[in-house]
C-alpha cells in the first residue's frame, strides 16, 4: 500500500509567487512526516520535519491529522528554490516510506 | 567531514554479473540505510541496520541481494547475479540512532547499469 502519496510530478510556479507541494500520507499510527530535497548534482537533504516544527528556507509545513496530509508551503517562491522534493514517512516501527517526488521549477 | 561516502559512483555490468556497492557513513552514526531508487521513483529502504545488526530487511529480495555490516561501520550491498531490472541508483544513508523522528544523511549513490 502507497503510504506516502505526492500527486504532482512536475510543478512550475513564477518567482515571487506562492508555492505548495502536496503530501498525503496513509498510516493509522502516529507518524513522523519529513519534507527531503535534492537540489541539482546534490545529495539528498532534509529541509524539515514536522516535530521541529520550524520553518527552513522560507519553508513550512504543517501535519494535518485529519486530512492526513503534510503540505510544504513557502509565500514567496525564488528561483534557487528548484529543487526536487520529497516527503517521506517513519513509523512508530521506525519504517521510513518516501513519496515519488515533485520537480519544482521556479520561472524567473 | 566528507558526510556518507559511496563507491563507486557509476557501475557498468553485464546481466548474470555481479556487483558490489560500498558504503562509509558518517563517523559516530550508528544506523545505516540502503535504499534503492529507480527512475522517477522515491528511494525505497532495502534495509536498515542498528550497530552491525540488520534490524529491517522485509524489502531486501534475498534471493539475490545481501548485505554486511561486519564491525558496525561501513557497509557492502551485493547483487549476484545482476538482472536488467535491477538498473537503478543504490543510496546509502546514515543517522545518529535509528529513532524515526532522526535526521538521514544520504550518500551520493551509485548509479547502477544492467546491460
Known amino acids: 500500500a502507497q503510504r506516502v502519496t505526492q500527486p504532482e510530478k512536475l510543478l512550475s510556479v513564477f518567482k515571487g509567487a506562492p508555492v505548495e507541494l502536496k503530501c498525503n500520507y496513509s498510516?493509522?499510527?502516529?507518524?513522523?512526516l519529513f519534507w527531503y530535497v535534492q537540489y541539482s548534482r546534490q545529495r539528498l537533504q532534509l529541509l524539515l520535519r514536522?516535530?521541529s516544527r520550524e520553518s527552513i528556507k522560507g519553508f513550512t509545513a504543517d501535519l494535518n491529522k485529519g486530512e492526513t496530509s503534510f503540505h510544504l508551503k513557502k509565500p514567496f517562491a525564488q528561483e534557487e528554490d528548484s529543487a526536487m522534493y520529497y516527503c517521506?514517512?517513519?513509523?512508530?516501527?521506525?519504517?521510513?516510506?518516501f513519496g515519488t517526488g515533485t520537480s519544482l521549477t521556479v520561472i524567473p | 567531514e566528507a558526510g556518507v561516502v559511496q563507491s563507486p559512483r557509476y557501475k557498468i555490468i553485464e546481466k548474470k554479473q555481479p556487483v558490489a556497492f560500498w558504503c562509509n557513513p558518517i563517523?559516530?552514526?550508528?544506523?545505516l540505510y540502503w535504499y534503492l531508487q529507480n527512475l522517477g521513483q522515491g528511494p525505497e529502504l532495502l534495509i536498515r541496520?542498528?550497530?552491525?545488526?540488520?534490524?529491517?530487511d522485509s524489502q531486501l529480495p534475498k534471493d539475490r541481494f545481501s548485505a554486511e555490516r561486519l564491525k558496525g561501520v561501513d557497509s557492502t550491498l551485493k547483487i549476484q547475479p545482476a538482472e536488467l531490472g535491477d538498473s537503478a541508483v543504490y543510496l546509502c544513508?546514515?543517522?545518529?540512532?535509528?529513532?524515526?523522528?532522526?535526521?538521514?544523511?544520504f550518500g551520493p549513490g551509485t548509479r547502477l547499469t544492467v546491460l
Open positions: 514536522h516535530i
Open positions: 517521506a514517512l517513519a513509523t512508530t516501527g521506525n519504517q521510513f516510506y
Open positions: 544513508a546514515s543517522s545518529l540512532t535509528g529513532g524515526k523522528g532522526n535526521e538521514q544523511f
Open positions: 563517523s559516530g552514526h550508528n544506523t
Open positions: 498510516y493509522s499510527g502516529s507518524p513522523e
Open positions: 541496520y542498528e550497530n552491525e545488526e540488520a534490524v529491517d
